[in-house]
């Protein structure tokens, strides 16, 4: 019989930190968010702009991390049999963070030996390694670095079943993750439930993301022989599959630059996807028939590839990412109807195939034989007796209670009870009154009597949004707190207008005049931007996000000088961070200011929250020399000037995270 337990580790970790009080009121920044739909099919195309969301709201970005890591304990939940040993992460979305075959000592996925958030997720904070469960929208999910409600559960048969699950605030869904392994399993049965317990259609989104060990061996296969190539340049081309361009993609680490690959299977037998060595053996990954999509993550080869690697799981670490979402891409939203539930079955485990084949010139064989050591390790009518299995006990009572998640679900459940609607069924999925907290205190008084609590100096703790709120704002008793909620309720509705009329209500308050300075950006106006985040700042010196925000403000308004003397001044109580520091170079670097450019660069500008895709550091380098260059040649440079330039004095390799050339 399987084990469950909880238990502590110990590993380096950089903690999250608090979350950004600043509310997200710009579109969201991930890289796959605005693709050109030419060249796609119709279905595709209308996928790709079905669902779109204008901001992260109603999350707050966490983006309070550095890069100083010190030994802590980590909870974690352990799932075993004789098979298989799987760890899960319970404060950091449920990620399956190991996956280990025991009877052969291997470690089947890419298991990061510390936690280091960095700017990839759709909140900021991101770590590398495991199983990710994306939900919401397209990016990596709201909720990667959260803890999740885990509880314990038995089926009738006497498994043990250990279960996550939590309310989805972006789209307002509950998702239910159900893992067991049976007796002697050589797989991970996973039981993904995605419901919507409201009468309309909502845009869905899943991936399950899997990083796993890359190496010059290690192949990738799927059942497809073409695929949809996204290389970062906003754009899908279909491309026949294993070559590309010479190169042989399904072997990562051949890649040259970072790329995602969205096979076709559309028409294959049975999904799946693996990662198979040169003895054919490796993490394999199978499905029922609605989880259709599957795709191929390599960073490529290149210096920036590989410095992308070291920052997020050190040296020695490379890995590359397959994954199985419900779309042929992760660019696409599907259309959920209301009132309905979605699941489905996941596998994984090591499969052994033959290596000569998945090695072989010949594709087709390498499909074949791949497929072959996937239906002996787990036939695909294993997979639906367990869908039909999970989803008959998928409402059962939890007997324990393993962790305890966010008040979101239990506050949605006031919410409806309030308003008369009916309420989410939670017998197996509890949203108990007690995990409500200081973030739904605000939200409590509200659906009470009607009135928002003021905040006084503070920051309000947290948002609501949308449909099922707005409406509540607008009938709340009015005040300062209710007008600036109204505002960013507004603003997330796409009724800008209306949001800057409530803020300019909401009096001389950091929140509102941050706000009002962030409207002001958006509609091109820099030099009011700039006035009102000063203004902002001033009465909210110490908080380290609105001094970023002021900065860049002033930069964006040609007032390099003026933005060095905020972080003068910033600098004078907290020491500045390597954002910060970053900020400051350019602001020097823009006021002429070479000799501290130089000092800065000197130094190590790589910010802990720099994101997946910026170019920020390689671009302060070169321009940094083209100035140097300019002040040398008392003259404008010409672009042979600048390949000179860029020939002499390369990015150094702590500062290349270039993506592609």
Same mark, same amino acid.
């Given at each position: 019989?399987?084990?469950?337990?909880?238990?502590?580790?110990?590993?380096?970790?950089?903690?999250?930190?608090?979350?950004?009080?600043?509310?997200?009121?710009?579109?969201?920044?991930?890289?796959?968010?605005?693709?050109?739909?030419?060249?796609?099919?119709?279905?595709?195309?209308?996928?790709?702009?079905?669902?779109?969301?204008?901001? #992260?709201?109603?999350?707050?970005?966490?983006?309070?991390?550095?890069?100083?890591?010190?030994?802590?304990?980590?909870?974690?939940?352990?799932?075993?049999?004789?098979?298989?040993?799987?760890?899960?992460?319970?404060?950091?979305?449920?990620?399956?963070?190991?996956? #280990?075959?025991?009877?052969?000592?291997?470690?089947?996925?890419?298991?990061?030996?510390?936690?280091?958030?960095?700017?990839?997720?759709?909140?900021?904070?991101?770590?590398?390694?495991?199983?990710?469960?994306?939900?919401?929208?397209?990016?990596?999910?709201?909720?990667?670095?959260?803890?999740?409600?885990?509880?314990?559960?038995?089926?009738?048969?006497?498994?043990?079943?250990?279960?996550?699950?939590?309310?989805?605030?972006?789209?307002?869904?509950?998702?239910?993750?159900?893992?067991?392994?049976?007796?002697?399993?050589?797989?991970?049965?996973?039981?993904?439930?995605?419901?919507?317990?409201?009468?309309?259609?909502? =845009?869905?989104?899943? %991936?399950?993301?899997?990083?796993?060990?890359?190496?010059?061996?290690?192949?990738?296969?799927?059942?497809?022989?073409?695929?949809?190539?996204?290389?970062?340049?906003?754009?899908?081309? =279909?491309?026949?599959?294993?070559? #590309?361009?010479?190169?042989?993609?399904?072997?990562?680490?051949?890649?040259?630059?970072?790329?995602?690959?969205?096979?076709?299977?559309?028409?294959?037998?049975?999904?799946?996807?693996?990662?198979?060595?040169?003895?054919?053996?490796?993490?394999?990954?199978?499905?029922?028939?609605?989880?259709?999509?599957?795709?191929?993550?390599?960073?490529?080869?290149?210096?920036?590839?590989?410095?992308?690697?070291?920052?997020?799981?050190?040296?020695?670490?490379?890995?590359?990412?397959?994954?199985?979402?419900?779309?042929?891409?992760?660019?696409?939203?599907?259309?959920?109807?209301?009132?309905?539930?979605?699941?489905? #079955?996941?596998?994984?485990?090591?499969?052994?195939?033959?290596?000569?084949?998945?090695?072989?010139?010949?594709?087709?064989?390498?499909?074949?034989?791949?497929?072959?050591?996937?239906?002996?390790?787990?036939?695909?009518?294993?997979?639906?007796?367990?869908?039909?299995?999970?989803?008959? %006990?998928?409402?059962?009572?939890?007997?324990?209670?393993?962790?305890?998640?966010?008040?979101?679900?239990?506050?949605?459940?006031?919410?409806?009870?309030?308003?008369?609607?009916?309420?989410?069924? *939670?017998?197996?999925?509890?949203?108990?009154?007690?995990?409500?907290?200081?973030?739904?205190?605000? %939200?409590?008084?509200?659906?009470?009597?009607?009135?928002?609590?003021?905040?006084?100096?503070?920051?309000?703790?947290?948002?609501?949004?949308?449909?099922?709120?707005?409406?509540?704002?607008?009938?709340?008793?009015?005040?300062?707190?209710?007008?600036?909620?109204?505002?960013?309720?507004?603003?997330?509705?796409?009724?800008?207008?209306?949001?800057?009329? +409530?803020?300019?209500?909401?009096?001389?308050?950091?929140?509102?005049?941050?706000?009002?300075?962030?409207?002001?950006?958006?509609?091109?106006?820099?030099?009011?931007?700039?006035?009102?985040?000063?203004?902002?700042?001033?009465?909210?010196?110490?908080?380290?996000?609105? +001094?970023?925000?002021?900065?860049?403000?002033?930069?964006?308004?040609?007032?390099?000088?003026?933005?060095?003397?905020?972080?003068?001044?910033?600098?004078?109580?907290?020491?500045?961070? +390597?954002?910060?520091?970053?900020?400051?170079?350019?602001?020097?670097?823009? *006021?002429?200011?070479?000799?501290?450019?130089?000092?800065?660069?000197?130094?190590?500008? *790589?910010?802990?929250?720099?994101?997946?895709?910026?170019?920020?550091?390689?671009?302060?380098?070169?321009?940094?020399?083209?100035?140097?260059?300019?002040?040398?040649?008392?003259?404008?440079?010409?672009?042979?000037?600048?390949?000179?330039?860029?020939?002499?004095?390369?990015?150094?390799?702590?500062?290349?995270?270039?993506?592609?050339?």
């Amino acid at each position: 019989m399987a084990e469950l337990r909880t238990e502590q580790v110990t590993m380096p970790v950089a903690a999250v930190g608090a979350p950004n009080p600043l509310p997200p009121l710009r579109a969201t920044r991930d890289v796959h968010a605005e693709i050109d739909t030419s060249g796609v099919d119709e279905e595709m195309a209308r996928n790709l702009r079905y669902g779109r969301v204008p901001t #992260v709201l109603p999350y707050l970005l966490q983006d309070g991390y550095t890069r100083d890591r010190v030994e802590a304990p980590v909870k974690v939940a352990v799932l075993e049999n004789d098979v298989l040993r799987a760890t899960f992460l319970l404060d950091h979305g449920g990620r399956l963070a190991s996956l #280990v075959h025991r009877p052969s000592g291997r470690e089947l996925l890419h298991r990061n030996r510390m936690l280091q958030p960095a700017n990839l997720a759709l909140r900021n904070a991101w770590f590398a390694g495991g199983v990710e469960w994306n939900l919401g929208t397209t990016g990596h999910t709201a909720l990667t670095c959260s803890p999740l409600h885990t509880v314990r559960l038995t089926t009738p048969t006497g498994q043990p079943v250990l279960r996550m699950y939590e309310f989805e605030r972006m789209r307002e869904l509950v998702y239910v993750l159900d893992f067991w392994l049976p007796d002697d399993s050589p797989v991970l049965m996973v039981h993904v439930r995605v419901v919507n317990h409201d009468p309309v259609e909502k =845009p869905a989104y899943w %991936w399950s993301n899997i990083a796993v060990p890359e190496a010059e061996d290690v192949r990738v296969v799927a059942p497809a022989d073409s695929a949809y190539h996204f290389g970062y340049g906003r754009r899908l081309e =279909p491309v026949g599959i294993p070559v #590309v361009d010479g190169t042989d993609v399904t072997y990562p680490a051949r890649a040259r630059h970072a790329a995602d690959y969205f096979f076709d299977a559309r028409a294959a037998r049975r999904p799946f996807i693996a990662a198979l060595d040169a003895e054919g053996r490796g993490l394999a990954h199978t499905s029922t028939h609605r989880l259709m999509g599957r795709k191929l993550f390599v960073w490529g080869r290149g210096p920036g590839g590989r410095r992308w690697q070291e920052f997020l799981s050190g040296p020695d670490s490379a890995y590359c990412e397959i994954q199985a979402g419900l779309a042929r891409t992760q660019a696409e939203h599907l259309p959920m109807p209301g009132n309905t539930s979605w699941s489905w #079955v996941e596998a994984y485990g090591m499969a052994e195939a033959d290596p000569a084949a998945v090695h072989g010139a010949d594709w087709a064989g390498a499909r074949s034989a791949t497929e072959a050591a996937v239906d002996a390790l787990v036939p695909a009518a294993v997979l639906e007796d367990a869908l039909r299995d999970a989803d008959a %006990w998928a409402d059962h009572a939890p007997s324990e209670v393993l962790h305890v998640g966010s008040g979101w679900g239990a506050l949605e459940q006031r919410r409806r009870a309030v308003l008369g609607a009916p309420l989410m069924p *939670a017998v197996g999925t509890p949203f108990d009154e007690a995990t409500l907290g200081d973030e739904q205190g605000p %939200w409590m008084r509200l659906l009470a009597d009607g009135h928002l609590t003021e905040a006084g100096s503070s920051a309000p703790a947290s948002y609501v949004v949308g449909p099922s709120w707005l409406p509540l704002l607008e009938a709340a008793a009015d005040s300062p707190t209710a007008w600036l909620h109204r505002g960013v309720a507004r603003w997330h509705d796409g009724s800008r207008k209306e949001a800057r009329a +409530a803020w300019e209500r909401a009096g001389e308050t950091p929140w509102a005049l941050r706000n009002l300075a962030v409207a002001d950006a958006v509609d091109g106006d820099a030099a009011a931007s700039a006035d009102r985040m000063v203004a902002a700042y001033r009465l909210a010196p110490d908080l380290r996000a609105l +001094a970023l925000e002021t900065v860049r403000a002033l930069r964006s308004a040609d007032r390099p000088a003026d933005a060095l003397a905020i972080l003068g001044e910033y600098s004078a109580r907290t020491p500045l961070d +390597a954002r910060l520091r970053l900020e400051q170079a350019w602001a020097a670097l823009e *006021a002429g200011d070479l000799d501290l450019v130089e000092r800065l660069l000197e130094e190590d500008l *790589a910010p802990a929250d720099l994101r997946e895709g910026e170019l920020s550091l390689g671009q302060l380098w070169f321009a940094y020399q083209d100035a140097r260059a300019e002040r040398r040649l008392g003259r404008a440079l010409t672009d042979a000037d600048r390949d000179a330039v860029r020939r002499e004095y390369p990015v150094p390799a702590r500062y290349d995270f270039a993506m592609s050339d």
